[in-house]
């Protein structure tokens, strides 16, 4: 047995022994920082901060400074953040240079909430300053990152673009950071989105470019294949065991369960609460497995009630949510996520159902080797088109799935929405991040070419509503012809549709959403299909509703169409009123004929024995 008791081989003994020095201030910095290395390495933190917090109330040092910092550290991993906080600024406090306590207190003052706090105390660091290019460079970029990060979230999205651009031209091998950087480009209608910067050419940037952002960027679905493989290569654990068992279960209904962080007021419970709500319960188990907010919307509440079985998995590690699925012997895995924002693809990648498909959320191939189908429909994804696919296409009559309970506010005058009764009114309700320089200029020349139009769009962001009007005053446009509408609840969005004359569909990034609304709600939806699944969501519906004249395949098509329309109304007055005659029959919006669809095709690839063979 040790002399020195502080070096016993029983954690318990050194800690009281640990406690005991200190308060006789007899514990040294370097025995303090032994013992609590030792605890941590044993997990134990409640302990670790009882001695710090015992030696600091009892001793003197001049390294008071670390051990308040490790404090900190300590306090942070119990999710202690308000004595966190404290601990931090006693540290710079007795050294006010110590540029880690300075980011540190950012961190923990973020995770409480205050986020513009924490900009406040890293921008500290930039100014006066604790870090730069030359001084403290690994902590320069993180401050830059943090700080583009959560300026990003907080939608103050001109000032993170510039942090992050501050951090690639410091260090140009970020990929992470590209790939922000670029998507904060096309949220601002920053033309063009991929600007070489020193050590980053155009490649660079679009090798590093997300899926969800070439999805906007480009028409070739090689592309849109090879940049989704290459993000599972980096990011998603391919080396883990399959949990469920290859030869699936026997159960007497089928479990299907869907896997999203979208059951709430999103775009996706906004198109597929029905579907959960029509699902034959003779046939099978309804479940959902969600990390969603709870947000307290009537469409959460009545995607919850739609299932038979709702199991939150927001505090579980992606091994531990794929285990709890298997637990649940899920037959059939609908992931609404793909790779957008938020996703969990490293839960799929455990395989915890026998069959796992992607559906609707990521309208593009996956590139994950654990997905088995993508639905879809024929004209979504043509034949010539597969081979561009990871996984294989579930054939349905039409891809998408509606909501005909949909709720939609009393219909407004023009005069409500800002909007003049004499104008020729088009539309496009899109995220401006879907929007490109080409097809923008293409939009311009139709509302050139049409002197008593205006062009109504979503108010995405202050910084692409003025990208957007400088680049409609290049083309000869007037700022007051492009009419700007806020985002609203969505049964007043949805009540807005009525009062436009056409919708303008985004390529190569369609509208899936939008362009469902604008069809319910009767407004007819001009389209431009190209190759990849994105740039033919919309030419999927109007097939579905037998409206192939709003189908165009250039933008040269797109315009002339347009302008035709606009001129000769009689034309578009015939195309509305078979829309919204056809409306309740058609392919698109009878869900009982889609939900039946949707379970044969599932129940045939579960009844199948090998889906990848």
Not at 252 to 272: G, M, N, Q, W, Y
Not at 448 to 477: K, M, T, Y
Not at 501 to 521: H, K
Request: glycine share 6%; with cysteine; net charge negative.
């Amino acid at each position: 047995m040790p002399e020195n008791p502080l070096e016993s081989l029983n954690l318990d003994v050194v800690l009281q022994t640990a406690l005991q020095f200190a308060e006789q201030a007899a514990l040294e910095p370097m025995q303090l920082i032994g013992v609590a290395e030792r605890l941590g390495q044993a997990r134990r933190p409640a302990d670790v901060a009882q001695l710090y917090q015992t030696w600091l109330g009892h001793c003197t040092s001049s390294a008071d400074y670390i051990v308040q910092f490790n404090l900190g550290v300590t306090l942070s991993q119990l999710e202690q953040l308000p004595a966190a906080e404290q601990a931090y600024r006693a540290a710079i406090q007795r050294k006010p240079d110590f540029a880690q306590a300075w980011f540190n207190l950012g961190a923990v003052i973020e995770r409480q909430g205050r986020a513009e706090n924490a900009l406040v105390i890293w921008q500290s660091m930039l100014d006066h300053p604790l870090v730069g290019p030359e001084l403290n460079p690994d902590l320069y970029i993180m401050v830059l990152n943090s700080m583009g990060r959560l300026m990003e979230e907080i939608r103050q999205l001109h000032s993170a673009e510039e942090k992050l651009q501050a951090s690639l031209q410091a260090d140009p091998a970020q990929p992470k950071v590209i790939q922000h950087w670029v998507h904060l480009r096309q949220k601002q209608c920053e033309w063009p989105v991929l600007t070489p910067m020193p050590g980053l050419s155009v490649g660079d940037m679009l090798k590093a470019t997300s899926p969800l952002a070439m999805l906007s960027a480009s028409d070739d679905p090689g592309l849109q294949l090879a940049t989704a493989l290459r993000f599972v290569s980096e990011r998603i654990n391919q080396r883990v065991a399959e949990l469920a068992p290859k030869q699936g279960y026997a159960h007497p209904k089928v479990r299907i369960a869907f896997l999203s962080s979208d059951f709430c007021l999103h775009a996706v419970s906004l198109l597929t609460v029905e579907l959960f709500e029509l699902l034959d319960r003779e046939r099978f188990e309804v479940y959902g497995f969600c990390w969603s907010r709870e947000d307290g919307s009537a469409l959460r509440a009545r995607v919850k009630a739609a299932m038979d079985y709702f199991v939150p998995i927001g505090g579980l590690d992606d091994a531990s949510a794929a285990q709890l699925i298997r637990q649940h012997e899920i037959d059939i895995l609908v992931d609404l996520q793909g790779l957008t924002s938020g996703a969990r693809a490293n839960i799929l990648a455990y395989r915890p159902a026998p069959l796992q498909l992607t559906y609707l959320g990521f309208p593009g191939p996956t590139g994950l080797p654990c997905v088995d189908y993508v639905i879809a429909d024929r004209y979504l994804i043509p034949d010539a088109e597969k081979p561009f696919y990871s996984e294989r296409p579930l054939y349905l009559p039409v891809f998408q799935c509606s909501d005909r309970q949909r709720p939609v506010a009393p219909l407004p005058s023009r005069a409500e929405c800002g909007l003049p009764d004499d104008r020729f009114v088009f539309c496009c309700f899109n995220n401006n991040y879907k929007f490109n320089e080409e097809v923008f200029s293409s939009w311009m020349r139709i509302l050139a070419a049409v002197p008593d139009s205006l062009f109504w769009l979503l108010a995405d962001n202050q910084w692409s509503q003025a990208n957007l009007i400088a680049c409609a005053e290049r083309h000869g446009v007037a700022a007051e012809r492009l009419i700007f509408a806020p985002r609203v609840a969505p049964e007043l969005y949805l009540a807005r549709y009525t009062v436009a004359d056409l919708f303008l569909d985004a390529y190569p990034f369609n509208g899936g959403t939008t362009a469902n609304d604008a069809l319910w709600m009767g407004l007819p939806v001009l389209t431009r299909s190209g190759r990849t699944f994105a740039s033919r969501m919309a030419g999927s519906l109007l097939t579905a509703l037998d409206l192939p004249e709003l189908i165009t395949e250039s933008q040269s098509d797109f315009e002339q169409r347009a302008i035709a329309l606009a001129t000769e109304r009689e034309q578009l007055r015939g195309l509305r009123q078979r829309l919204q005659q056809g409306r309740e029959s058609s392919l698109l919006f009878d869900m009982p004929r889609f939900v039946r669809s949707f379970e044969d095709g599932l129940l045939a690839a579960h009844n199948s024995h090998s889906p990848r063979d």
